[in-house]
């Protein structure tokens, strides 16, 4: 079980790769109520150090409609509050995203 294996706090590159297979395996199946019920329930308790290295994928499905879109928002905001280092920037860089667009934009017209 890949939460289980990631709620130790014994840290190894196959937790690394572990935290990804999680994700993957989530967002393939949101669809399923059973598995999101027990990911409200399970993920939340994993230490958040080792959500750090999926962070990018996890915060790019912040907003899209889904089972799991509370479930991600928890995540990102308890991982922002224990290495704001780390999430901020990810976070940052979404919500500034289509500000190049209109500076370009802007700059054209120019």
Known sequence: NYISSLKLNSY???NDLIVFRLCSLLFDNASVDELCEMAEKEVPQIPTYKLLPPMYQLAARLGTSGNLNDLVFKLITNTA???PYHVL????????AQLDCRYIKGSKQL
Do not use: D, M, T, V
Request: aromatic letters at 8%.
């Open 81 to 83: 509050r224990e290495h």
């Open 89 to 96: 920037p990810i976070l940052f860089a979404l919500k500034n």
């Open 12 to 14: 190894s590159l196959e």
